[in-house]
C-alpha cells in the first residue's frame, strides 16, 4: 500500500503583502518538483475566517501538494 505526505503553499495576499509572485513563485514550484512534489488540489479561504486569525479581510488561495513515503 502506498503511503503519502502532504504539503501546503499559501499564495495570494496576505498579511497586506503578497507571498509569492512572478519568477520567484515560479521557482518555488520548480523546487517542490524537484523534490518529487506534485500539485493535487488548491482552496481559498472565506474572508471571514481569515479576519478572526490575522485581522485581515483579504481571502487567500492555498495549494496541496503530495509525494510518496
Not at 2 to 28: A, D, I, M, N, R
Not at 52 to 63: E, F, G, M, N, Q
Request: hydrophobic fraction near 30%.
Amino acid at each position: 500500500m502506498k503511503k503519502w505526505e502532504y504539503k501546503t503553499l499559501y499564495v495570494g495576499q496576505h498579511l497586506g503583502g503578497e507571498t509569492h509572485t512572478g519568477e520567484e513563485f515560479e521557482k518555488v514550484l520548480n523546487e517542490f518538483g524537484d523534490e518529487g512534489w506534485e500539485c493535487v488540489g488548491l482552496g481559498m479561504t472565506d474572508s471571514r475566517l481569515v479576519y478572526i486569525y490575522d485581522k485581515t479581510h483579504v481571502p487567500y488561495s492555498y495549494l496541496v501538494f503530495k509525494r510518496e513515503k
